[in-house]
């Protein structure tokens, strides 16, 4: 590469300071080159801020990854909460039931399915409702609290068409913008005390209830039926029929099924909900065919304990029972029968009189 011009061997003293500036000129235009553009430096290096936003990391240090995970934790939306055996089991049943019941409601071929059973907050369920939509309220009269039934749009075009003769085949026509008339109200509600009878009957192997419509809202706002930061569950249901359909979303916070958190806890599958016959069966017919021992007192006195250390081979104890003194039988200690003495086939009997009235709190 030539210098510059103007740079010459024999160049003075005092512009060696230009020389160096012009040098300096042509070097960094040589190295950014063609394809860079004019003022941009090819030789920097990025800071370690940068390197992490290239990287995909949001923070450089320990303290930064540790808030963000606490803001995580914070803004989190889903929360764990302990999982409930047996409730998935109460709405297998359920969607079992409705399949059935809904075609005798609409006398079309209904088909229904659980999109998925989630546990989150009811606040952010309420924000997370998409609208329009209607909000049945009801309540566990047995359980002293309420749940909240959803039905979307297109469930409720869909049960209005279906039950109002509309064609199979077509689509329902959906006018967004409108609140909804009385008799689309009418309608979707009679379908909601179909629902709530069905789940009702889901429960009652488990737990004998009974869910009672209360109203029918619009607004999310005044369908609050818990606290908002309380937990509950969500089971999305999916209802089709045809070529028509829609979803039901059941929501019951934690605090309704606190009456009966322990029978949902339980481990077992299938439709006893934890109890096993087989095994009852055979635990009682071992239990009949138990041997035990059982004692006929004839007399019971009561001697000093000096008396009984006096006693030596022949000496007597003289009881106070006659012929026709009672007997006691007894098992265990525990008094079962009273009754006569006798003889039977050479052999000494009692025979069973009366039962012996047991002290409260004991039993046989």
């Not at 399949?99 to 924000?127: H, K, Q």
């Not at 689309?184 to 009652?204: G, K, N, S, Y």
């Not at 029929?241 to 605090?255: H, I, T």
Request: hydrophobic letters at 40%.
């Amino acid at each position: 590469m030539s210098p510059p011009e103007g740079a010459m061997d024999d160049t003075p003293k005092d512009d060696e300071d230009a020389l160096a500036a012009a040098w300096g000129a042509a070097l960094e235009g040589e190295e950014a080159g063609p394809g860079l553009p004019s003022g941009v430096d090819a030789t920097r290096i990025l800071n370690q801020a940068e390197i992490d936003s290239l990287l995909g990391f949001e923070g450089d240090s320990a303290a930064e990854t540790e808030l963000s995970g606490i803001q995580r934790i914070i803004s989190s939306g889903l929360v764990t909460y302990e999982r409930l055996p047996m409730l998935e089991i109460v709405y297998d049943r359920l969607v079992r039931i409705m399949s059935t019941s809904l075609r005798n409601f609409t006398s079309d071929n209904v088909e229904v399915s659980i999109d998925n059973i989630v546990s989150l907050r009811f606040g952010d369920y309420l924000n997370s409702i998409p609208l329009p939509a209607m909000l049945a309220v009801f309540k566990a009269e047995e359980w002293d609290n309420y749940g909240l039934m959803v039905v979307d749009s297109a469930m409720i075009y869909s049960i209005v068409d279906v039950l109002l003769g509309g064609r199979r085949g077509t689509a329902p026509m959906r006018i967004e913008g409108r609140p909804y008339t009385t008799i689309e109200r009418t309608l979707v509600e009679r379908m909601i005390h179909v629902v709530l009878a069905d789940l009702a009957q889901a429960f009652d192997p488990l737990c004998p209830v009974n869910f009672r419509f209360e109203r029918l809202e619009t607004n999310p706002r005044f369908a609050v039926v818990s606290r908002l930061s309380n937990a509950a569950v969500l089971a999305k249901l999916r209802v089709e029929m045809d070529d028509r359909g829609g979803k039901l979303e059941l929501l019951l916070p934690y605090a309704t099924l606190e009456p009966v958190r322990e029978m949902l806890l339980q481990q077992f599958m299938g439709e006893k909900f934890g109890r096993d016959s087989i095994w009852e069966n055979h635990l009682a017919d071992e239990l009949l065919e138990t041997d035990v021992e059982i004692e006929a007192v004839l007399d019971e006195q009561w001697v000093k304990l000096s008396d009984i250390m006096r006693m030596r081979p022949g000496s007597q104890l003289v009881l106070s029972g006659t012929v026709d003194s009672p007997v006691r039988l007894r098992c265990g200690g525990v008094p079962l029968f009273e009754g006569r003495m006798g003889r039977r086939n050479g052999r000494v009997a009692v025979r069973i009189d009366r039962e012996t009235p047991r002290r409260e709190g004991v039993r046989a």
